[in-house]
């Protein structure tokens, strides 16, 4: 699946995962930091995903 | 996973509280949260006017966004900072957010008040950008507010900013910041306005859960003054106990606001304010930090200009003789500051 990582500015290709919980462990990205978006939703750690999925992940930590 | 409410197929889980809910029962619970934050800690009637201080970013958009459609007389004050693209994408975030709801937004623009931009204001005034333009906004909030007639300023402080302050403080051991640190503080003087954060029972996923579902465009870059910053650091650190241990940071603040600060505020006593002699508001001293702030960079602004008309090379500002001008900005753990961003030591830079 094609998965945009906005906060990083990056898209990258994933392949062989199939919950959000998984994806983002394969990212090494803390579930407490993003939103998992698929289209106009939002995905909760058990979500399914797959390969042909397109994934944005947005950055929920801001602050200075 | 399935929604608490109607065992629909749930979008953002609130394991804080072992639940999760569909997007519409989503909103309807943290509308229900605000609302009750304001009622229970007394922050504002429905009559009162409340001035929303609005950054662009998702926390205030939400904030502002839930009051409106909670009924409340909710304007927006946005301060242009100055800082090149980012501000410029911010205020027009803010624009289009007050355009589409009918609503009143305020802009303060800090270049064309004060000939530079909270950068400016900082490297002409020896403190760092955060510290100049907290020092700005805790200022103008107040000023905007009490000029034009708002009863409360509400800032979009969530639980997450929250206990990152409160674990910074103690880190710190900054008593004093600590007994300030509160959902609301009331007025305690005629030219300061009653502060409230109707956001402190929400962590900063669910406000940004709640700006997707409600398809609120917000500012999605961080300043980019704020890399490196010891809020996010302390931010990070909290994220990764939530991860492996779900409610530590409503635990961390909401224990502390209930047996903590009571004991504190039993042993503390407020500074006493005076009004400053050059512009009126609030201040420790003679002067507030805002007006001394703003003095000494409009004084070498004309040394600026005055060197420039008599000789063909500028000033070079960075080379002026710099004496950092109040506390709070010396290390990774300074002297600490409050949840309104405001430093330690009120007697020297209280706005």
Not at chain 2, 25 to 50: G, I, K, N, S, T
Not at chain 2, 85 to 90: N, P, R, T
Not at chain 2, 162 to 170: D, K, T
Request: glycine share 10%.
């Amino acid at each position: 699946m094609k998965v945009r990582i906005r906060h990083q500015r990056r898209e990258v290709q994933v392949e062989g995962v199939r919950t959000v919980g998984e994806l983002l462990d394969r990212l090494q990205l803390n579930p407490e930091t993003v939103l998992v978006v698929r289209g106009t939703e939002l995905l909760t750690r058990d979500a399914r995903v797959a390969d042909e999925d397109e994934i944005e992940i947005r950055p929920v930590v801001s602050g200075g | 996973m399935r929604c608490a409410k109607c065992k629909g197929t749930a979008q953002v889980e609130v394991r804080r509280h072992h639940t999760a809910f569909c997007g519409p029962h989503f909103l309807e619970w943290f509308e229900a949260q605000v609302d009750r934050a304001v009622r229970r800690e007394r922050m504002f009637a429905p009559q009162d006017r409340v001035l929303v201080a609005v950054s662009g970013g998702k926390d205030s958009l939400v904030l502002w966004d839930v009051l409106l459609r909670l009924g409340y007389r909710a304007s927006g004050l946005h301060l242009n900072l100055g800082i090149g693209a980012y501000s410029q994408e911010s205020q027009e975030k803010c624009e289009a957010f007050a355009r589409d709801r009918g609503a009143e937004l305020l802009v303060v623009d800090i270049p064309a008040e004060y000939g530079v931009g909270v950068e400016g204001l900082a490297q002409l005034a020896g403190r760092v950008a955060c510290s100049a333009c907290g020092l700005s906004k805790r200022y103008l909030f107040n000023r905007v507010a009490l000029d034009r007639g708002f009863s409360v300023v509400a800032t979009a402080h969530n639980l997450d900013d929250e206990a990152a302050v409160l674990l910074g403080n103690l880190i710190a051991g900054n008593v004093e910041a600590l007994v300030r640190q509160a959902p609301v503080l009331e007025s305690t003087h005629p030219g300061l306005v009653k502060k409230v954060k109707p956001l402190y029972r929400i962590a900063e996923r669910e406000t940004a859960a709640y700006a997707v579902l409600r398809g609120i465009d917000y500012v999605l870059d961080e300043c980019p003054n704020s890399a490196g910053a010891r809020s996010l650091l302390l931010k990070e650190a909290l994220n990764v106990l939530e991860r492996d241990a779900p409610g530590t940071k409503q635990n961390l603040y909401w224990n502390f606001l209930e047996k903590i600060r009571p004991l504190l505020r039993e042993t503390s006593q407020s500074p006493a304010l005076r009004s400053c002699a050059h512009c009126g508001q609030p201040t420790t001293g003679d002067v507030c930090a805002f007006c001394r702030m703003t003095e000494r960079v409009a004084h070498k602004l004309r040394l600026r200009a005055a060197a420039s008309s008599r000789a063909p090379e500028p000033v070079a500002v960075g080379a002026l003789p710099e004496t950092p001008a109040g506390g709070g900005d010396g290390g990774l753990w300074p002297s600490g500051g409050d949840s309104w961003g405001r430093p330690a030591n009120p007697d020297t830079d209280r706005g």
